[in-house]
């Protein structure tokens, strides 16, 4: 059973137009991350909650946020997509008492 | 901050030889180094992971290997097979972060 579950699988928005990626768990996994992934790229960190707390990264663009309303949601906001936003959107959680972090299989949007 | 350089970016080996893939890192406070194999449009999976507090851990054709003072790790894929075929990707947790910076990823090929 799908422990890290994200929805849409797949998210075509037009440039401009917001959109909002979801992904739930199962596992109760206080920590929860939010990363791009472009093409033949890593992974990279938009930001992490521990429980309600908001860890944002310096670098991630002000067109992106996050909502967490509850231990098993977790939603990343696009206000305004760009051309460059086009990527892969993976939701992961942290194991408790571990440093791993188990992955969702992504949202991959396009913006037309 | 932490960076991972990893090498290779592509390898293409022959079915059932082995496959060697390279990381170094610049934290010497990093002390999780997981890896992460990701198939074609699907969320990276955890494969194999070491503490700095390990040399060398083994599971079945998988092994990783750290040297702490040179600051690199490698993964050991032996007796591969065309199911090995995907995107590794390396990276490193420093201490205390409870973050993942990645490395570049390595596209791994097994031939028939």
């Known amino acids: 059973d799908a422990m890290v579950i994200q929805n849409p699988r797949y998210q075509v928005t037009q440039f401009g137009k917001p959109v909002t990626l979801s992904c739930s768990q199962t596992l109760n996994h206080n920590v929860m991350y939010w990363y791009q992934q472009k093409s033949s790229q890593a992974p990279k960190l938009l930001f992490h909650y521990y429980d309600k707390d908001f860890n944002n990264e310096a670098d991630t663009p002000d067109n992106f946020q996050s909502r967490r309303p509850n231990t098993s949601f977790c939603f990343l906001d696009i206000r305004s997509p760009g051309l460059g936003d086009a990527a892969m959107y993976l939701c992961?959680?942290?194991?408790?008492?571990?440093?791993?972090?188990?992955f969702g299989p992504g949202t991959r949007l396009t913006v037309t | 901050g932490e960076n991972v350089e990893q090498h290779p970016s592509t390898l293409s080996v022959q079915e059932g030889d082995s496959a060697v893939i390279k990381c170094t890192y610049s934290?010497?406070?990093?002390?999780?180094f997981p890896w992460y194999k990701q198939e074609l449009g699907k969320g990276p999976q955890l494969i194999i992971d070491i503490r700095s507090n390990v040399g060398e851990k083994k599971d079945q054709r998988i092994a990783v290997t750290l040297n702490k003072t040179a600051k690199h790790f490698s993964l050991h894929i032996t007796e591969t097979q065309p199911e090995d075929s995907a995107v590794y990707f390396c990276a490193a947790s420093p201490q205390g972060a409870q973050k993942l910076v990645f490395g570049q990823g390595t596209r791994l090929t097994i031939n028939p």
């Open positions: 992961a959680t942290l194991v408790p008492g571990s440093y791993e972090q188990y």
């Open positions: 934290d010497s406070a990093s002390n999780y």
